[in-house]
């Protein structure tokens, strides 16, 4: 049974870079790989998708190495405002929709 | 502005009632999603929809109803067969691809009286 695996939580400091790593070992060929944030009491929002390699946008960026069993969101220089809880989604998008969620990781910037 | 809404934002339900959380998108999107999620856990997906008069169970559904008679709308029934029905409930939508992310409505959070 597919699976997404991610930390419970981190901690951090203002400035430094922040590394979260989900784990997929049963991804699928169809499967991309999608990052979310939630803050308390509102809706996720997206932050960054890909398929394999690297892709980067004005936020962060997501790491994916050749054999997509993982992947590994970057966001550089957190603030304050980036404490939330990052959820990683495995989706197929097929008929037969398969929607593989992590439990999220809840990270705590302090200044 | 494009988006999706979810009204009410609480909703009380007496035990034994019926009450069915709205769901609207004017992102001219393909699919919509129905998720519970409970404290300290993620999104568990409780019915979707890809497509107007047809809809797919998730992985919850036993004791909610959904309905998709326009593309824009997707309303959720939770039903008194529901015996733990207190949880925050967000609605999705989303071009029907895979390389497309899910857009979120900031949720409806359910009490039980």
């Known amino acids: 049974l597919a699976k997404t695996t991610q930390p419970i939580s981190m901690d951090s400091y203002e400035g430094q870079e922040v590394n979260i790593t989900c784990s997929h070992n049963?991804?699928?060929?169809?499967?991309?790989i999608t990052w979310y944030q939630q803050f308390p009491s509102q809706g996720p929002r997206f932050i960054i998708q890909?398929?394999?390699?690297?892709v980067t946008n004005e936020v962060a960026s997501l790491f994916i190495p050749a054999d997509r069993k993982s992947s590994t969101l970057s966001l550089p220089r957190v603030s304050l405002s980036d404490t939330a809880v990052y959820y990683c989604l495995v989706d197929n998008a097929g008929n037969n929709r398969k929607l593989i969620w992590g439990l999220g990781t809840s990270l705590a910037v302090n200044p | 502005d494009g988006g999706i809404t979810q009204s009410p934002k609480y909703l009380f339900r007496k035990e034994g009632q019926n009450v069915t959380l709205s769901c609207e998108q004017n992102l001219n999107h393909d699919a919509m999603y129905w998720y519970r999620q409970d404290p300290g856990q993620g999104l568990r997906l409780i019915y979707y929809s890809q497509i107007v008069n047809d809809f797919q169970k998730g992985d919850i559904a036993e004791g909610y109803s959904v309905s998709r008679e326009k593309k824009e709308s997707f309303p959720l029934t939770v039903t008194s067969a529901q015996k733990n029905p207190t949880a925050f409930y967000l609605c999705a939508s989303t071009l029907d691809r895979e390389d497309q992310p899910q857009h979120f409505g900031d949720g409806t959070r359910l009490s039980i009286l």
């Open positions: 890909g398929y394999k390699t690297k």
């Open positions: 049963n991804i699928a060929t169809n499967d991309y």
